[in-house]
């Protein structure tokens, strides 16, 4: 047992040195993060019976992006693997998870923006299915937090420009965005 001063006990001596949790959600269940300006969610249920799932990925009728349908590609992330920094100037990705738990890092450097200078974390997992979208301008990185491959559809505002990509890096450890990622995350 560690030498204590005789008027604290080991449980004040603990709590001296811990620091409170925040709360994450409202007494209603909502989440109290700050999107980043210009970020929405849309729920995606996933509907289940003896056969299997369905879950709609995306309807325009839905009124969830302004821009229209005119690409989609997959991508995967392995465990304990981050994909990021990455800007884009012309377009903005649509993102809908389809297996796995990854949280979806941005931050906003836009001058102006309401959100500038901030960091937002979003949780995206198969559990709770929703498109989101990152804008323009807004760094991201995506970073496997599960125990399998990560699968996601994206479904940028652009096709892919093979001759000039709309895309801008940044390494993982960089100094220019305040989030550092757990120690042993690889990626680039």
């Known amino acids: 047992m560690p030498d204590l001063p005789p008027s604290r006990s080991l449980l004040e001596a603990t709590l001296s040195q811990a620091v409170r949790d925040k709360a994450t959600v409202s007494s209603q269940g909502v989440p109290l993060r700050r999107l980043t300006h210009g970020v929405t969610l849309r729920r995606l249920p996933t509907h289940a019976d003896d056969r299997g799932t369905v879950t ?5 009728r839905w009124g969830f992006h302004p821009d229209p349908l005119v690409h989609a590609y997959t991508f995967t992330i392995r465990p304990g693997v981050a994909k990021g920094w990455n800007l884009h100037q012309r377009h903005e990705d649509r993102y809908a998870l389809l297996q796995g738990e990854m949280e ?31 804008p323009v301008n807004v760094w ?16 940028p505002t652009i096709q892919y420009d093979h001759a000039a ?9 960089t100094s220019l965005i305040p989030h550092r990622f757990p120690e042993g995350t690889r990626g680039w």
């Open 56 to 60: 709609e990925l995306f309807d325009p």
């Open 165 to 173: 990509p709309d895309k801008f890096r940044l390494p993982l450890d």
């Open 140 to 155: 991201h990185a995506d970073r496997n937090i599960g125990t399998r491959d990560v699968v996601v559809v994206n479904f």
């Open 104 to 134: 979806l890092v941005l931050f906003d450097p836009r001058p102006g923006s309401p959100t500038e200078g901030e960091v937002c974390r979003i949780v995206l997992s198969e559990h709770d299915r929703c498109i989101v979208n990152v």
